[in-house]
């Protein structure tokens, strides 16, 4: 079951000071911003589909804010008062096509490359959110949301400067250090504390 329909799904690259150095890149002076295709969303429990153009699909675990009220050149402040609550989220990406490719539509936006959670937890503080992820049971990342470059209203009042923000939209606002390569048969969880657990397996996608 996926509980959102979003009209859009903007995601946040290189927000974590660790992430970006463990990929040799640069701390961005603003908001890196990219798309997944609704299509791409999948349910807790739903298999990630390793396509064949790709060798290297890896997983990122991720706190994704469910906005609750239309947002339009918001500051912080109305930001904040705008989201509907959280959810577990992966932004799978599949790592060998995103410079190759410079555009990262592909990379991004294969089917089953966005699993998101059962539920969207409301009535929590952001400052006290924080994701984990496992692969097969192994912890492979774990990071507060306090350590983000841009908190997810800073986030959130910089994108809707951009674009309105409809309800139901969903923003992946950065994955932490510790990123790494899916394998068939992996199950991969992404878990946020107070929010839930979004758990998937991995399998090979179909050849037709
Ligand atoms: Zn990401």
Known sequence: MIPI???????VGRNYVAHAKELGNELPERPMLFFKPP????GSGDAIELPAASAQVEYEGEIGVVIG????????????????????ANDVTARDLQ???GQW???KGFDTFCPV??????????????????VN?????RAPAAD?????????????GVMTLEPGDLILTGTPAGVGRLSPGDVVEVEIPGVGKLSNPVRSAPAT
Request: with cysteine; aromatic share 6%.
């Open 99 to 101: 410079k190759p490719d």
């Open 5 to 11: 329909t979003p009209s859009k799904i903007v995601c």
């Open 137 to 141: 049971g192994d912890e492979r990342q």
């Open 69 to 88: 009220r239309r947002l339009r050149r918001a500051d912080g402040r109305a930001a904040e008062q705008g989201i509907r609550g959280y959810i577990c």
């Open 105 to 107: 539509g592909r990379a």
């Open 39 to 42: 299509s791409a969303l999948i």
């Open 117 to 134: 959670g059962e539920r969207v937890a409301e009535g929590l503080d952001w400052r006290a959110l924080s994701v984990v992820t496992r």
């Open 148 to 160: 983000m470059h841009f908190s997810i209203p800073e986030l959130l009042a910089y994108i809707s």
